[in-house]
């Protein structure tokens, strides 16, 4: 018997189109999070929010292929001259995002639109590389910091935790046991899953001293700027470890220790002694938390406006603190109405070269996620 015949194969391929588009689409989405969180870091929203916020950014509306229309009327016969090469520019679009033009314009503007992220999606974006730097062995092992291992292999479990190696494994193993050679059709008896467990590395205590300026000369930008870090600083250390103590210190002429509510919210005016806060971090590492069984960490932020008679003494309290801490930092923020120069309390601490006492300089709040990444940097100690 004749007769045409038809041999079809359809494309699966197809039917995850839409699922591949969305994923892919979501990784632009987080490669434009990643590029802009100097920004995002800073942003009010989330220094504002209860730490389980969804948060809106603004991101530009990612490009896609397609044709523009030739603004200038020109004549074109559209096929080229055969010349083009793989990633040749053939055109750019007609003053897009140049900023500048004559008038008001008549071409379009480039669009935004504003993607849904949680505090806590984008806080692992900012933690990715941080951890505690120069931490050390002491008597007691408290400080626990999780992690993830894939340790087991099972035949049930969730789709993405597919073992694929494994899976094509066991198909060819079960074709050649019924005779078959090759990889024969995967079977739900074929099918093999990774599974994890939460493990718990075990390291040394830690104790962190936070040290922010509230005197009258630390303006809204100035403590505003301040509780972006020090917010940063208290979730990474929250999220990454387990048992972390954070000491909060907050001082103008006189210094007090804090509850962590008054050291975000409360505000205080009067004249600075920076002293007074060292002094204050060096009795309660004498009372509290011995450097034998601590690694311990002091952070201050302040605008350098300090007493210039008290600035030897804060030289001198500074060396002690490094003797019993394994990093310090100090980081100086800068009102751009004022100027970017070196503050008198800057300039002293210059004759300091221990490589554990670490500066930043905050210029504007884009300097935020960078100071976080000078402090908490891996490669010091990691």
């Given at each position: ?30 490669e ?69 033009g004559?008038?008001a ?23 990715e590389?941080?951890?505690l ?78 040290m ?20 940063w ?36 005016s ?65 009102n ?25 300089i ?21």
């Open positions: 018997m004749n007769g045409n015949y038809v041999v079809t194969r359809e494309d699966w391929s197809l039917h995850r189109k839409g699922e591949i588009d969305r994923q892919r689409h979501q990784e632009k989405i987080k434009a999070l990643k590029k802009n969180l100097p920004d995002l870091v800073s942003e009010e929203t989330i220094i504002t929010s209860d730490g389980q916020k969804v948060i809106k950014v603004p991101i530009r509306t990612l490009d896609e292929y397609h044709f523009y229309y030739d603004q200038n009327k020109k004549t074109h016969a559209g096929q080229g001259d055969g010349k083009s090469k793989v990633g040749d520019v053939l055109a750019h679009e007609p003053n897009a995002g140049s900023g500048q004559k008038g314009g008549e071409e379009p503007g480039l669009d935004y639109y504003e993607a849904e992220i949680t505090v806590d999606e984008l806080a692992e974006m900012v933690f590389d941080l951890g730097p120069n931490l050390k062995p002491k008597k007691k092992a408290e400080l626990a910091s999780e992690a993830v291992e894939f340790k087991d292999i099972r035949k049930k479990g969730i789709s993405s935790n597919i073992d694929r190696k494994r899976t094509v494994l066991e198909a060819i193993k079960r074709g050649a046991l019924s005779g078959q050679t090759g990889l024969t059709k995967i079977t739900p008896d074929d099918l093999r899953f990774k599974t994890w467990e939460l493990t718990y590395k075990e390291e040394s205590n830690a104790v962190v001293l936070a922010m300026d509230t005197s009258g000369s630390m303006g809204v930008y100035e403590k505003y700027i301040a509780r972006s870090f020090f917010f600083m208290v979730r990474f250390l929250r999220t990454k470890y387990q048992n972390v103590q954070i000491v909060f210190l907050a001082h103008h002429v006189t210094a007090a220790e804090v509850n962590e509510e008054e050291f975000f919210t409360k505000g205080t009067g004249g600075t002694r920076c002293s007074s806060v060292y002094k204050l971090a060096l009795e309660i590492i004498k009372n509290r938390f011995n450097p034998r069984d601590y690694n311990l960490y002091a952070f201050h932020f302040s605008d350098g406006e300090n007493l210039f008679s008290d600035n030897e003494l804060c030289l001198m309290l500074m060396k002690e603190l490094l003797n019993q801490c394994n990093l310090v930092g100090y980081g100086e923020i800068k751009p109405v004022y100027g970017y120069g070196d503050s008198t309390l800057r300039s002293t601490f210059k004759k300091l070269t221990d490589p554990r006492f670490v500066t930043v905050i210029k504007d709040k884009n300097y935020v996620y960078p100071a976080l990444k000078k402090f908490f940097a891996p490669a010091q100690g990691q």
